[in-house]
């Protein structure tokens, strides 16, 4: 069955580091998203991209943060200069073209120090 | 990943029981809802979902019910197996088209108790 993956499961960076998270999206699907979840609380949107552009992102998703699709293959989460807040749970999401319900990736786990 | 949190409800069940596990939603435009599955150092699982023009919706060994009067969603999982234990999150997207941003509940932790 096809899955979303993500590399690293955990990162460590110290604060004021730049971090790339790493997400191979389901092959077929054409939207991805990036979410993340603060430990012990929701699970919250940060962005979605589609054809190369960010169709809608959060309040959360600020300057420090931007997405890319490198590749045919690979989408990822920059944050530039990471802050102790920034630690968290990070999920890589995909979907079908106009389909509601979404597909998530294992998570990788950010630890800012 | 980890669900740990004081402020997370959490449910226990003895094997074998039915489980119910529920979520309150507060706006009445969304029209759409998933329940997701998150184990210990995974990411959410979808499990099944529902759009707001049916109350009810069957898949295997878990049911979803929608009561939209009182804004309530339920996840009812049959003869509850050890391998249910994890955190269930309810998730909600009122956009009426798909690709747009899920918003999710807090989440409830189940635990099996053999």
């Known amino acids: 069955e096809p899955e979303v993956t993500q590399t690293p499961s955990h990162q460590v960076t110290q604060m004021g580091q730049e971090v790339i998270l790493r997400c191979v999206p389901i092959s077929n699907h054409l939207y991805f998203y990036w979410y993340r979840q603060i430990l012990g609380q929701k699970v919250e949107f940060l962005v979605s991209f589609y054809n190369n552009e960010i169709s809608e992102k959060s309040e959360i998703f600020d300057d420090q943060f931007s997405v890319e699709r490198p590749d045919g293959s690979n989408f990822t989460l920059k944050i530039r200069s990471t802050k102790l807040e920034d630690s968290a749970m990070y999920f890589c999401?995909?979907?079908?073209?106009?389909?509601?319900?979404?597909?998530f990736g294992p998570g990788t786990r950010l630890t800012v120090t | 990943g980890e669900n740990v949190g004081l402020h997370l409800p959490t449910l226990s069940v003895q094997e074998g029981d039915n489980s119910i596990i529920n979520c309150a939603y507060s706006?009445?435009?969304?029209?759409?809802f998933i329940w997701y599955k998150q184990e210990s150092g995974k990411g959410p699982q979808f499990i099944i979902d529902i759009r707001s023009n049916m109350d009810k919706r069957q898949g295997q060994r878990v049911t979803v019910l929608l009561n939209k009067t009182v804004k309530h969603l339920s996840l009812q999982i049959a003869a509850t197996q050890p391998g249910d234990s994890a955190v269930y999150f309810c998730?909600?997207?009122?956009?009426?088209?798909?690709?747009?941003?899920?918003?999710f509940g807090k989440g409830t932790r189940l635990s099996v108790i053999a």
């Open positions: 999401a995909s979907s079908n073209q106009g389909a509601r319900e979404q597909y």
């Open positions: 706006n009445s435009a969304s029209d759409y």
């Open positions: 998730a909600e997207n009122s956009r009426r088209s798909g690709n747009t941003p899920l918003v």
